[in-house]
């Protein structure tokens, strides 16, 4: 899906200090999960509150390692971090996506909000889906009224 221009920008971002930083800020706070296959990290989802109103998480670092796709282990890995963050009280997921996965976001019930790009580098910008998952409001109790005589 990616021309070489944009697999090389992704792999600078990837390996860059910053990248780094906020992926290792994500796992220090216990909002990485890890799907680990006789000890080797295969697949990760992390996420972290969107902005200040704490309803919203956006999802980060959603990888599978390549030799395990299409296994059921991106699903996992996102569930299990929706889970972590709705026990945090989020009911609202987000994720930026590149073009290729958003089919996999799609199958997890994420809609697309919009599109646009992802600045990788001066030169280089990854076209990419803005996804959006709302929880459905906990039912309530259903209460019938009726007249007392
Ligand atoms: C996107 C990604 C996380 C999917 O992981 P995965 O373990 O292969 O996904 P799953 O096996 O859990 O797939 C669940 C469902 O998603 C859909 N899906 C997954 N990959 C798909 C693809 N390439 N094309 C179409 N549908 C896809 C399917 O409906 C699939 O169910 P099925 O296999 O029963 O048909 C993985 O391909 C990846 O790491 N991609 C590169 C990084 C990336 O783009 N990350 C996302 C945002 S940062």
Request: charge should be positive; avoid cysteine; glycine fraction near 10%.
């Amino acid at each position: 899906m990616l021309s070489q221009a944009e697999i090389a920008a992704f792999m600078e971002h990837v390996y860059s200090t910053a990248y780094s930083t906020r992926l290792s800020d994500v796992v220090v706070a216990d909002r990485m999960v890890g799907a680990r296959l006789n000890g080797e990290l295969i697949g990760t989802a992390g996420w972290l509150p969107a902005n200040d109103r704490g309803s919203t998480a956006r999802l980060i670092g959603v990888f599978v390692s390549p030799l395990y796709a299409r296994l059921g282990i991106g699903r996992r890995v996102v569930g299990a971090a929706e889970d972590q963050a709705r026990r945090a009280g989020f009911s609202t997921f987000t994720i930026r996506a590149p073009l290729g996965s958003r089919d996999f976001f799609e199958s997890l019930g994420y809609q697309a909000a919009s599109h646009g790009v992802w600045p990788l580098t001066r030169e280089v910008a990854l076209p990419v889906a803005f996804l959006r998952k709302v929880d459905a409001p906990p039912q309530g109790v259903v209460v019938q009224l009726r007249g007392v005589n």
